[in-house]
């Protein structure tokens, strides 16, 4: 049936139509014409953040926790330019983030007008496709194929631009018969040839005839839903598992073939494994520099088989023996068959002798690591962590053992401090019988605080733990080691947290001795709204191991710094 | 090994689309000798022809990542030796007193066309390799040369037999 409408209300019945029924946005301007159609759509739920970046970052943790695109509008200018960050997270991370912008009337674009600024010229780096509305007649189809493209092959944030005058241009409207497929499809990995199948003869003879070999999985694998896959490949063949930053929860921590975090803060025997190597298969990840350190020196007598959906990441950053072109599930199922069934006992025994006894760094008895198995205690491992960036995140990278896919969500690309609590509100909106925490440092806490607001105002039962140890810890912790222990800009004041959350009407929690952990972490579990639990942790931990900046996994950093001699 | 490499895109003929392929140029910070663009034989579509002095991994990479720009609708990149590559020179250059006859000589040693002529000077026009309209650059200097406008290369494929063809598909990477 067609109808008449307006554009605005052409972008609310796209959005229904398109199986959106969550948006999370800030009024202004230029988008005005949307937000009144609004209200005619009571479907369509708003979340009034306080802060665009806030609804970028949620729509961005609402897609990671869901699967589905998420969604975030703000008007031209400003708010436009205040979704830049969140943009940049998705992007960096691969998350399906669709942001609807308004921008002042076509009459009057390129004439600096007021609240005017070219977001597609300044989104263009950080979005996987962003476009200008010209048109109310072709609105319809840009909102489509926007959240067909967000999800499509590898997903990513895509910006839609509409004036405010195609927001009030009527025009008519039909309903898509079905969700919009992504315009070109999700790569097939199979196109029947023989180039296909002998790369993947290939790829299971070099895993049949490995000494040494390592199957490192990132964040393809929770993507594709491959756990299954990435499960079945190791336990057929005997592979150890590494998880990167944003593959963690990709395979079970308690499983024996579980070994840990690479790279930059990886453990001591996981980058000791990977050095010793000589057959890596990754599946799903981009082999980023904070995972490689020194490409010239990662992994020196190990093949690579990159199992990877974008065919630009191929040999991009380390150089490929059998590069697989695909989503990671399909390969997986297909290269399965074809892997003979082994067992890597010896070399598994040998990475056993590299590990080392972790030793305690903290000073004080209120630990990360007992905070985090005391959270992990309570929670009972049911509960979706969703972190900040710095010192905290690696804790809570390594020392929180995950059971369950898809349950640790963190800016790691773009490392954006300030996500965690947004986020974990779009987190919460996508798994409402999911306890969630959003963990942070009191910096990256301090950036976000105020979508406390929104999160009263909108009744999302987030539950905020911020570890606080007075610093800019990570920032801190390289001043420490590189810097000379010139901590220059790094101490940093933190307002009375428990009356901050009573000021938003939120029960509040400070935990200064490891006994109280639990109880406050029940409190804050029991209560049906957010909550917010403040630990005062030792001011000058630091997270080891430490890769040096540019050094090779080689060359590990496992305890304090010898004290500075003065000169 | 690094060497001459051209990568010929067919993409829509739109500034946004154009600026959205240079943009990923500027960013990955490739080693780009010239970018040309013109309109192809399909309406609509604009052939944008890139020359870059890289290795054919380096190349290789750049086309898939044009190849992910919405609204890039071809990918293929080829060693210049594989393919034909062109390009025009437009040069306006004073011949100087009682000289007129000698820069005609060098301009049809090189095949360039007299294309303007007025009593301050004469505007020739030369096409061929780059090797080519270097070398007529260097045969002008003699002149009072003026001005020059260069088209970069553009670039074909040969038919057949290339060795090293490769067209962008998710199954040959």
């Known amino acids: 049936m067609t109808e008449t409408l307006t554009g605005a209300q052409v972008m609310c019945r796209v959005l229904l139509e398109q199986g959106v029924d969550l948006i999370f946005g800030y009024p202004g301007g230029a988008i005005m014409p949307f937000y009144h159609a609004l209200p005619e759509y009571a479907a369509l739920r708003h979340v009034l953040v306080r802060h665009e970046q806030a609804a970028a970052h949620a729509a961005d943790g609402y897609a990671r926790a869901s699967g589905r695109p998420g969604v975030c509008v703000a008007t031209s200018g400003p708010g436009a330019t205040n979704l830049v960050t969140g943009l940049a997270t998705a992007h960096m991370d691969s998350a399906p983030v669709v942001a609807i912008t308004g921008q002042v009337s076509r009459n009057m674009i390129g004439r600096d007008a007021f609240q005017e600024t070219d977001i597609i010229g300044i989104t263009q780096p950080i979005t996987k496709h962003n476009v200008l509305v010209g048109d109310v007649s072709e609105l319809a189809d840009r909102l489509r194929e926007a959240l067909a493209i967000a999800q499509e092959g590898r997903p990513g944030p895509v910006l839609v631009d509409v004036p405010k005058d195609v927001q009030n241009q009527k025009t008519s409207y039909t309903a898509a018969a079905s969700r919009a497929r992504p315009v070109t499809g999700t790569p097939a990995p199979a196109p029947a040839g023989n180039g296909w199948a002998s790369e993947l003869g290939r790829a299971a003879r070099l895993i049949g005839e490995a000494q040494r070999p390592l199957i490192m999985a990132g964040h393809g694998v929770l993507l594709a839903d491959a756990y299954d896959e990435l499960r079945c490949l190791a336990e057929r063949t005997g592979m150890p598992v590494i998880t990167t930053l944003l593959g963690i929860s990709g395979f079970p921590e308690s499983h024996p073939l579980h070994l840990g975090m690479p790279g930059m803060h990886g453990e001591v025997h996981v980058n000791r494994a990977i050095q010793q190597a000589d057959l890596i298969v990754g599946v799903g990840l981009r082999f980023d520099d904070r995972v490689t350190g020194n490409t010239a020196a990662f992994a020196p007598r190990a093949q690579l088989i990159h199992i990877e959906l974008d065919p630009s990441e191929v040999g991009k950053n380390v150089p490929t023996a059998v590069g697989l072109v695909g989503d990671c599930r399909q390969v997986l199922r297909q290269l399965l068959p074809l892997v003979r069934r082994r067992d890597c006992s010896a070399w598994r025994a040998e990475i056993a002798g590299f590990a080392k006894t972790r030793t305690e760094h903290y000073r004080g008895d209120l630990s990360p690591e007992g905070i985090l198995r005391t959270l992990h205690e309570v929670t009972d491992g049911r509960c979706t962590i969703v972190s900040d960036v710095g010192q905290h995140q690696m804790w809570v990278a390594k020392l929180f053992p995950y059971e369950r896919p898809n349950t640790h969500i963190t800016s790691g690309g773009l490392g954006t401090m300030g996500f965690a609590v947004p986020a974990a509100m779009g987190v919460r909106l996508a798994r409402p019988d999911e306890p969630v925490w959003a963990i942070s440092g009191d910096g990256g806490f301090q950036m976000n605080m105020q979508e406390i607001a929104t999160m009263v105002q909108e009744r999302i039962p987030v539950k905020m733990a911020i570890f606080n140890n007075g610093y800019l810890g990570m920032v801190r912790q390289w001043q420490q080691f590189f810097h000379g222990r010139r901590y220059s800009a790094t101490p940093i004041w933190s307002p009375d947290y428990v009356k901050l959350a009573e000021a938003y009407g939120v029960p509040g929690w400070r935990v200064a001795e490891a006994g109280h952990t639990a109880d406050a972490v029940r409190a804050a579990m029991s209560v049906p709204g957010p909550a917010l639990v403040e630990f005062v942790i030792e001011q000058e931990a630091n997270v080891f191991p430490m890769i040096p900046p540019g050094a090779s996994l080689s060359e590990p950093i496992e305890g304090e710094p010898a004290p500075l001699v003065p000169a | ?173």
């Not at chain 2, 001005?147 to 990477?173: D, I, K, M, P």
């Open chain 2, 1 to 173: 090994m690094t060497g001459s490499q051209a990568i010929s895109i067919l993409l829509d003929h739109k500034l946004v689309t154009l600026n959205r392929a240079f943009g990923l140029l500027r960013r990955r910070n490739l080693p780009i000798k010239s970018i040309a663009v013109g309109p192809s034989a399909s309406p609509g579509l604009a052939r944008l022809t890139i020359m870059m002095q890289a290795d054919q991994a380096t190349a290789d990479r750049t086309a898939r990542q044009l190849d992910k720009v919405v609204g890039v609708r071809e990918v293929a990149v080829f060693p210049a030796r594989d393919g034909v590559v062109r390009e025009l020179a437009l040069v306006k250059v004073r011949p100087g007193e009682g000289r007129y006859a000698e820069l005609l000589d060098v301009a049809l040693l090189y095949k360039a066309g007299l294309v303007d002529e007025s009593p301050e000077a004469v505007i020739l026009e030369v096409s061929g390799s780059e090797a080519f309209v270097l070398s007529f650059l260097r045969a002008l200097e003699r002149f009072e040369v003026l001005e020059v406008a260069r088209s970069g290369g553009v670039a074909l494929e040969r038919a057949q037999g290339a060795a090293s063809q490769f067209t962008l598909t998710s199954e040959t990477v």
